[in-house]
T-cell receptor
Framework: AQKITQTQPGMFVQEKEAVTLDCTYD???????LFWYKQPSSGEMIFLIY??????QNATEGRYSLNFQKARKSANLVISASQLGDSAMYFC???????????????FGKGTHLIIQP | DVKVTQSSRYLVKRTGEKVFLECVQD?????MFWYRQDPGLGLRLIYF???????EKGDIPEGYSVSREKKERFSLILESASTNQTSMYLC?????????????FGDGTRLSIL
C-alpha cells in the first residue's frame, strides 16, 4: 500500500488563483513529519514547508500553507496567489518514525505536475 | 545556503561497467541520502548514511552500494550497471538534531546505461 498518495497527476490553474495540491498519508506511528518539495523543470528539489504530527498549528511559509487534517491523514499544500514561476512538479513526503537524529529517509508521493496559465 | 554538488549532470555508461556517482555537501551535515527518480514513481530511497563509514539500506538497495569515507562526501556505486538502472539519481543531505530538518538536494545526475 502506498504511504503517500497524491491523487492529482496534473493541474492547470489560472495565474493569481489559489491552488490546493492534495496529499494523504498512511502511518501507524504517532510521530511523523510531512514535507512538501517543488521540482522545476531544471530538476533541483526545493524544500517548501514542513508539518510535524504534534504541531498544533498549520504550517505557513510565505505564500505556502499546509492544511493539516490529522484525523483524515491529509496534508494538502495551498499556494495563494499563484504565479507563472510556480509551474513545477510538487512532491509530498513523509518521514517516519519521527526520530531525533533525523537520519531516516523520506517516502515520497508520485507528485503533481502544476501548470500555471497566464 | 546549503550546497549539495553532484559530480555529473549527465552520464552515459555501458552494461556491466562499475559506475561511481559522487556527492559533496558543504554544510557539515551528518546525514546524507541517495534517491532515484523515475517517471510516475516519484523518488525512492536507495541508501542513506548518518555518520562517516555508516550506511543503512533504503527501500531499493539491490544492485547498489555506497561509501562514506569523509563527512562531506557520499558515493553511490553501481557494481555492474544494468539497463534498468537508467534513471535520475538525486543526492541529499540534512542536519541531525530533529525530525523537522529538511533534506537539501543536489541538481541530480541523469544516468543512461546502454
Amino acid at each position: 500500500a502506498q504511504k503517500i498518495t497524491q491523487t492529482q497527476p496534473g493541474m492547470f490553474v489560472q495565474e493569481k488563483e489559489a491552488v490546493t495540491l492534495d496529499c494523504t498519508y498512511d502511518t501507524s506511528d504517532p510521530s511523523y513529519g510531512l514535507f512538501w518539495y517543488k521540482q522545476p523543470s531544471s530538476g533541483e528539489m526545493i524544500f517548501l514547508i514542513y508539518q510535524g504530527s504534534y504541531d498544533q498549528q498549520n504550517a505557513t511559509e510565505g505564500r505556502y500553507s499546509l492544511n493539516f487534517q490529522k484525523a483524515r491523514k491529509s496534508a494538502n499544500l495551498v499556494i495563494s496567489a499563484s504565479q507563472l514561476g510556480d509551474s513545477a512538479m510538487y512532491f509530498c513526503a513523509m518521514r517516519e518514525p519521527y526520530s531525533g537524529g533525523g537520519a531516516d529517509g523520506l517516502t515520497f508521493g508520485k507528485g503533481t505536475h502544476l501548470i500555471i496559465q497566464p | 545556503d546549503v550546497k549539495v554538488t553532484q559530480s555529473s549532470r549527465y552520464l552515459v555508461k555501458r552494461t556491466g561497467e562499475k559506475v561511481f556517482l559522487e556527492c559533496v555537501q558543504d554544510m557539515d551535515h551528518e546525514n546524507m541520502f541517495w534517491y532515484r527518480q523515475d517517471p510516475g514513481l516519484g523518488l525512492r530511497l536507495i541508501y542513506f548514511s548518518y555518520d562517516v563509514k555508516m550506511k543503512e539500506k533504503g527501500d531499493i538497495p539491490e544492485g547498489y552500494s555506497v561509501s562514506r569515507e569523509k563527512k562531506e562526501r557520499f558515493s553511490l556505486i553501481l557494481e555492474s550497471a544494468s539497463t534498468n538502472q537508467t534513471s535520475m539519481y538525486l543526492c541529499a543531505s540534512s542536519r541531525s538534531g530533529g525530525g523537522n530538518q529538511p533534506q537539501h538536494f543536489g541538481d541530480g545526475t541523469r544516468l543512461s546505461i546502454l
